[in-house]
């Protein structure tokens, strides 16, 4: 006291003043986090408990959310006490080792970190492209049991969703989004994601996560009101396989993970955006993610396959018996390399199930894979991932001797912590020996696609092998995907039909299968759907009959410098412009609403370009399959009225 006596006035209100704005920074429970472009807005209180508002333009999209973690049965986020906040902002380009939308990609955002007693912080960012969370921790305890999450997404109304509801969380992930409002959706009924929110003013928003990494992947549920919260598959204790392929969970423990007391925990997100068409070029989920966990990635090679699964491998005018065999394989090379195709596909048969080591004897793999290599042409395994699991090195290091490109890995059906990690071993495991990966039987994986470049695609996706067995996969559902389950990551849905029916020349036929929507609603989707390796999935000999689809099937890049969404409206229409090079190409899609549209070439640069476009033919209302190739001269200030029957589509090749 006598120290402070002895100090002169300007030196007491000096210290007044660093007293006062200590007590104030120690007592601030609201904090205000905007986007670069100030756009949209987090709003953050932490007394009682952490809890945010986003605002879009200053009208709120979510309201009141709550955040928390179960951390051995001590809630991280209840009674938040504030040690320290700080701010900082990002701006970079960041060029993907896989282009799946653009060659270059701005990584912007302003970040709020609160770091709290208890050893923990809670990470908000604010991007143009939306907002994000996530917890950290830095706990004295070595390891520690994670009992739950709580995630909790509050809308100020009863806005419609895109809800991709499921039985239960042992799925492929395979949803329709069906449109409900969120009162409508029972607490019993869980999602995968994305859940995508119609928040008014033409405004969505789009609820999914990014770097999940030792943790289970979230699902979603109604909370009965007007939100939706996050759920957890729990740890699994027990397991029980049935056939070689589904490995279920037939006991589980209380909590959700075991993992490292020093962490970061998953990105908690919600993109947003002021058009449906934005959905498509918004690439949070990315952005969030962890960059590549390997430097060299020039050996990634994207492409299109040739598949034999879903044609049920029909090949004709041959004089071989078709089937899986050597010979068979062999025609699909043959074809592959005529028309410069990268890859082709042995999907189930070609190894007896239980062992992926064990192929069958009908084929000859040296002398096949030689065959392929000697044709340019790179040769991908499907196999079951159990089965691969338990052997997985001694057979990556044989599939490597065989000098096969890649595996696609099928019938996870879960998304546990155990799973989780499966995700990033096997990508581990094949980019040390330059192999693609292609997840199916799962969603969580195409999130992950920047930690892993080799992780070219996924499924997650009711695609087009639903044909085989039902109208699930037809126009409405085709143009409702791009703005919903393609938010996440590249979806490999397998199109290229070229038997094509309408509503009521349709039947599901396993064996010889077709697809719903005309010849060019297929065609469009090589431009209007993500997918890196990109499938071709009828048979060889279709295709080898219809030369005038092929001079657009053969040279449509499956990725892109360049993504212009033209038009677009959920489950309605989509219209896209993509560039490589110096080429451009133009997918549009409708549901079952025939429709006109316009399409503007102002995206073009100076100069003339000839276009090749497929429309839908006159007939093709009755015909599916009928369609009409025309040829025209073209520039930037060109626009074209396009007229799509219904279910139809229409595909352009436009080049100097």
């Known amino acids: 006291m006598n120290a402070l006596k002895q100090m002169s006035p300007p030196l007491l209100a000096v210290l007044a003043a660093l007293l006062a704005a200590a007590a104030s920074a120690t007592a601030q429970s609201s904090y205000d986090l905007r986007s670069p472009d100030n756009r949209i807005e987090i709003r953050i209180r932490t007394v009682p408990a952490v809890r945010y508002d986003v605002l879009l333009r200053g009208r709120a999209l979510l309201q009141d959310c709550t955040l928390a973690l179960d951390i051995d049965h001590q809630t991280l986020g209840l009674d938040a006490k504030v040690h320290a906040a700080r701010k900082r902002s990002y701006d970079q380009t960041v060029e993907p080792a896989v282009r799946q939308k653009f060659a270059r990609i701005r990584e912007n955002y302003n970040e709020l970190r609160l770091e709290m007693e208890g050893g923990y912080a809670v990470v908000f960012r604010a991007y143009n492209e939306g907002a994000a969370y996530r917890f950290e921790t830095s706990l004295p305890q070595q390891q520690v049991k994670v009992y739950g999450e709580e995630t909790k997404f509050n809308f100020p109304g009863d806005s419609i969703v895109y809800y991709p509801q499921e039985d239960s969380m042992f799925s492929h992930n395979e949803r329709k989004y069906v449109p409900q409002h969120l009162r409508e959706i029972d607490p019993a009924f869980i999602a995968t994601m994305p859940a995508i929110a119609d928040a008014g003013e033409g405004a969505k928003l789009a609820i999914a996560e990014s770097d999940v990494e030792d943790y289970p992947g979230m699902w979603l549920r109604g909370t009965g009101g007007r939100g939706l919260a996050g759920t957890f598959p729990p740890y699994p204790l027990k397991e029980k396989l049935e056939r070689d392929r589904d490995f279920r969970v037939v006991e589980a423990a209380d909590y959700i993970a075991v993992t490292s007391g020093t962490r970061t925990f998953p990105w908690r997100l919600m993109g947003i955006v002021e058009k449906d068409r934005d959905l498509l070029t918004n690439q949070l989920v990315w952005l969030l993610a962890k960059p590549s966990q390997f430097e060299d990635t020039s050996w ?47 999907d189930e048969g070609w190894y007896k199930l ?75 495991e094949t980019a040390k020996r330059k192999m693609l990966v292609d997840f199916h039987g ?62 009521t020349t349709f039947a599901p036929i396993f064996q010889q299968p077709m697809a719903l929507g005309t010849r060019c609603h297929q065609l469009a989707m090589y431009v209007v759907f993500e ?11 279709n295709y080898l009959r219809e030369p005038e689809v092929m001079e657009f099937l053969a040279p449509v890049p499956s990725v892109w410098d360049d993504t212009r969404v033209l038009d677009g409206r959920i489950a309605e229409y989509v219209a896209v412009a993509r560039r490589s090079g110096n080429d451009w190409y133009v997918g549009a899609m409708t549901n079952w609403t025939g429709r006109e549209l316009e399409v503007d070439f102002s995206f073009l640069p100076e100069g003339n370009f000839s276009m090749e476009a497929y429309q839908d033919g006159i007939n093709a209302d009755r015909m599916a399959s009928d369609y009409k190739r025309v040829a025209m001269p073209l520039n930037k200030s060109a626009k074209l009225k396009i007229k799509l029957a219904p279910g139809g589509g229409w595909a352009a090749r436009i080049h100097p």
Do not use: C
Not at 301 to 315: C, E, L, S
Not at 531 to 541: G, K, T, V
């Open 300 to 346: 990634i090679k994207p492409g299109k396959v040739a598949w034999d699964w879903w044609n049920f491998n029909n090949v004709y005018d041959v004089n071989f018996k078709a089937g899986i065999n050597t010979q068979t394989y062999k025609y699909y090379i043959d074809f592959a390399a005529k028309y410069g195709i990268q890859y082709i596909i042995l």
């Open 354 to 428: 239980g062992n992926v080591l064990d192929v069958v004897p009908e084929i000859n793999m040296e002398e096949l894979t030689a065959y392929a290599k000697e044709k340019n042409v790179g040769i991908i395994l499907w196999v079951v991932w159990k089965s691969l699991d338990d052997q997985l090195i001694p057979a990556l290091e044989q599939y490597a001797k065989w000098g096969v490109k890649g595996i696609k890995v099928d019938f996870m059906q879960r998304d546990d912590q155990l799973l989780i990690n499966f995700y990033h071993k096997v990508s581990r």
């Open 442 to 503: 799962g969603q969580k994986q195409v999130t992950m696609t920047r930690t892993w470049p080799n992780m070219i695609s996924g499924e997650g996706v009711r695609g087009m092998e639903w044909s085989k067995w039902s109208a699930e996969s037809e126009p409405t559902h085709n143009v409702t995907l791009p703005f919903t389950r393609m938010f996440l990551g590249p979806m490999d849905y397998t199109p290229g039909a070229m038997r094509n029916a309408t509503k």
């Open 531 to 541: 997918s890196p390796l990109q499938m071709l999935s009828d048979s060889p000999s």
